[in-house]
């Protein structure tokens, strides 16, 4: 049996929590062993501490290159306790057992993060050593508690203090954690070194490399928030997912104040709210979802002024519906919102009278998301840079849609020229076209959705929905503007949105009939603007 005094390796480059862990396991009788500026870290407060340079008797060498990677340090991790033929070849070769192994690794992701990362620092921040050590400890995880995050150390610390010693339990877990966290590591390595386009010359170590947009490699690292209750429909299993390092602003940062567990289908149409309502940023907006597409969207003076012109457009569809707002949910929006059935209801801030409102309607699902900061990035926005689509053993890659339309973007292509307010509503119609489900054809007027026409295979039969849509909502479509998702390639999709009352329209262009539908548009005595980008979303 081995019965020596238990042995800690602490090596660490993020020293958060480290000194309290150490004197945790120093109060244990454990023996405290480290490397460089952590070791003297412990020093300076007191600990005792030996190098593991003095325990391996092989100096750190290659500018700290090579210091942990000795026989004396993975035979005293990787050797199994209760094989005795492993414990003698540690006695022979006087090598003692590592308990606890306390490990981060060079910070490899967040130099590469930094604008103007030289070759030369992304390769240096390569750890060799430490991922070696973890992997070792990780294998041996029945005789090795292995620590890889400061997260880990309060319920080490805990068991310590309770019951003298890591459970086994426990200790899998760790050893889970630190193979994730070596694939989070190498995966890293792997998208930005794929990444870097090498041409006729190898990039100089002391320049920024050119980055492809789409690595060589694509390596997801996404960590389980939970399991759900069944996918899509109640015969299929699903998960929650979220990136390792979520962007603030987006929806997996919500913080759940009150309501039942989210089901798959509330996480995806709450996602669709959420992108959409964000676009409205600085000015009070809600947007209703139902199955993934927006059925009612506005702005208005307040959230209760939003909300009710948002539920004005569809209040069929608005039944059942996610809601999202952009700004403070009082308590006026919420004992309108309370008169309807809701499944999952978001907003940036809730006032405690509003919270009140709802605290009868226990089913209703609320959720604070923080906006985003705002910026010049997608994560500055809380949005994805890439999206993914999945297919047969495959995935499909591509750039966000976080293309925004400046006034100064359009083209007034007609002789009628669309008046001021008229354009204020192209853009808030643009907008929400971007979020609907193509073909889209959306009718707005005075900053809310009058008609929605979403997902069918023809742009007329969704030009035709919105019409009907807007019918049974005792909505007149006279005076309207109409966004289209994408072009009319005919004519006769122009007719009939101006059929049903529109009088200026935004759509792409681009259509090699473009001409066809700008006489149109003349004939018929309606402006029109081209946007020049499309927004199809399958």
């Given at each position: 049996?081995?019965?020596?005094?238990?042995?800690?390796?602490?090596?660490?480059?993020?020293?958060?929590?480290?000194?309290?862990?150490?004197?945790?396991?120093?109060?244990?009788?454990?023996?405290?062993?480290?490397?460089?500026?952590?070791?003297?870290?412990?020093?300076?407060?007191?600990?005792?501490?030996?190098?593991?340079?003095?325990?391996?008797?092989?100096?750190?060498?290659l500018?700290?290159?090579?210091?942990?990677?000795?026989?004396?340090?993975?035979?005293g991790l990787?050797?199994?306790?209760?094989?005795?033929?492993?414990?003698?070849?540690?006695?022979?070769?006087?090598?003692?057992?590592?308990d606890?192994?306390?490990?981060?690794?060079y910070?490899?992701?967040?130099t590469?993060?930094?604008?103007?990362?030289?070759l030369?620092?992304?390769?240096?921040?390569?750890?060799?050593?430490?991922?070696?050590?973890?992997?070792s400890?990780?294998?041996?995880?029945?005789?090795?508690?292995?620590?890889?995050?400061?997260?880990q150390?309060?319920?080490?610390?805990?068991?310590?203090?309770?019951?003298?010693k890591?459970?086994d339990?426990?200790?899998?877990?760790?050893?889970?954690?630190?193979?994730?966290?070596?694939?989070?590591?190498?995966?890293?390595?792997?998208?930005?070194?794929?990444?870097?386009?090498?041409?006729?010359?190898?990039?100089a170590?002391?320049?920024?490399?050119?980055?492809?947009?789409?690595?060589?490699?694509?390596?997801?690292?996404?960590?389980?928030?939970?399991?759900?209750?069944?996918?899509?429909?109640?015969?299929?299993?699903?998960?929650?997912?979220?990136?390792?390092?979520?962007?603030?602003?987006?929806?997996?940062?919500?913080?759940?104040?009150?309501?039942?567990?989210?089901?798959?289908?509330?996480?995806?149409?709450?996602?669709?709210?959420?992108?959409?309502?964000?676009?409205?940023?600085?000015?009070?907006?809600?947007?209703?979802?139902?199955?993934?597409?927006?059925?009612?969207?506005?702005?208005?003076?307040?959230?209760?002024?939003?909300?009710?012109?948002?539920?004005?457009?569809?209040?069929?569809?608005?039944?059942?519906?996610?809601i999202?707002?952009?700004?403070?949910?009082?308590e006026?929006?919420?004992?309108?919102?309370?008169?309807?059935?809701?499944?999952?209801?978001?907003?940036?801030?809730?006032?405690?009278?509003?919270?009140?409102?709802?605290?009868?309607?226990?089913?209703?699902?609320?959720?604070?998301?923080?906006?985003?900061?705002?910026?010049?990035?997608?994560?500055?926005?809380?949005?994805?840079?890439?999206?993914?689509k999945?297919?047969?053993?495959?995935?499909?890659?591509?750039?966000?849609?976080?293309?925004?339309?400046?006034?100064?973007?359009?083209?007034?292509?007609?002789?009628?020229?669309?008046?001021?307010?008229?354009?204020?509503?192209?853009?808030?119609?643009?907008?929400?076209?971007?979020?609907?489900?193509?073909?889209?054809?959306?009718?707005?007027?005075?900053?809310?959705?009058?008609?929605?026409?979403?997902?069918q295979m023809?742009?007329?039969?969704?030009?035709?929905i919105?019409?009907?849509?807007?019918?049974?909502?005792?909505?007149?479509?006279a005076?309207?503007v109409?966004?289209s998702?994408?072009?009319?390639?005919?004519?006769?999709g122009?007719?009939v949105?101006?059929?049903?009352?529109?009088?200026?329209?935004?759509?792409?262009?681009?259509?090699?009939?473009?001409?066809?539908?700008?006489?149109?548009?003349?004939?018929?005595?309606?402006?029109?603007?081209?946007?020049?980008?499309?927004?199809?979303?399958h």
């Open positions: 049996m081995h019965n020596a005094p238990q042995t800690a390796l602490i090596s660490v480059s993020d020293k958060t929590g480290i000194v309290e862990l150490a004197q945790a396991l120093h109060a244990q009788g454990i023996k405290l062993l480290s490397t460089g500026g952590t070791a003297k870290l412990l020093a300076d407060k007191g600990l005792p501490v030996t190098e593991v340079a003095e325990m391996t008797g092989f100096p750190e060498m500018d700290g290159r090579v210091k942990t990677l000795h026989p004396r340090v993975h035979g990787l050797a199994r306790r209760d094989v005795p033929a492993h414990m003698a070849a540690l006695a022979e070769h006087q090598i003692n057992t590592i606890v192994l306390v490990v981060n690794l910070p490899f992701e967040a590469v993060a930094n604008a103007g990362c030289t030369e620092d992304a390769i240096e921040n390569i750890d060799i050593g430490g991922p070696a050590m973890v992997r400890a990780a294998k041996n995880w029945k005789d090795v508690a292995v620590l890889t995050d400061a997260s150390y309060a319920t080490v610390i805990a068991e310590l203090t309770a019951h003298g890591v459970s339990k426990t200790k899998l877990g760790l050893s889970i954690a630190a193979f994730n966290r070596i694939s989070q590591y190498d995966g890293a390595i792997s998208d930005y070194l794929s990444a870097i386009q090498i041409g006729e010359t190898v990039p170590g002391d320049a920024s490399p050119k980055l492809d947009l789409f690595a060589g490699q694509s390596n997801g690292r996404f960590i389980k928030v939970q399991d759900l209750r069944y996918g899509e429909n109640s015969h299929q299993q699903a998960a929650l997912y979220r990136d390792l390092h979520p962007a603030p602003g987006s929806l997996v940062t919500a913080k759940q104040l009150q309501g039942k567990e989210l089901s798959y289908n509330n996480i995806a149409d709450a996602d669709a709210a959420w992108e959409c309502v964000k676009s409205f940023i600085g000015t009070p907006a809600c947007v209703i979802v139902k199955h993934a597409n927006p059925c009612g969207v506005a702005v208005g003076a307040n959230a209760l002024e939003s909300y009710n012109k948002a539920f004005q457009t569809d209040p069929t569809s608005a039944f059942g519906g996610i999202a707002l952009n700004c403070v949910l009082d006026a929006a919420a004992q309108q919102i309370a008169k309807q059935f809701v499944e999952v209801l978001m907003a940036p801030s809730f006032t405690p009278a509003a919270l009140e409102v709802f605290k009868t309607k226990v089913n209703v699902r609320i959720l604070q998301i923080d906006l985003p900061k705002g910026g010049a990035a997608d994560w500055d926005n809380g949005r994805n840079a890439i999206d993914m999945r297919i047969g053993s495959g995935i499909l890659l591509q750039t966000a849609d976080n293309h925004e339309l400046a006034l100064s973007d359009l083209k007034v292509v007609t002789t009628k020229q669309p008046t001021a307010e008229e354009l204020n509503d192209l853009l808030f119609a643009w907008k929400v076209a971007k979020y609907v489900k193509s073909n889209a054809i959306v009718f707005c007027k005075g900053g809310m959705t009058m008609g929605v026409g979403a997902g023809s742009r007329l039969d969704s030009a035709r919105a019409s009907i849509k807007a019918g049974h909502a005792n909505l007149s479509l005076g309207t109409v966004a998702d994408a072009f009319f390639p005919f004519r006769d122009l007719d949105v101006v059929d049903h009352g529109a009088t200026c329209i935004i759509q792409p262009g681009g259509s090699m009939r473009d001409q066809e539908v700008i006489d149109a548009a003349n004939e018929r005595g309606v402006s029109m603007v081209f946007s020049g980008v499309r927004h199809f979303r």
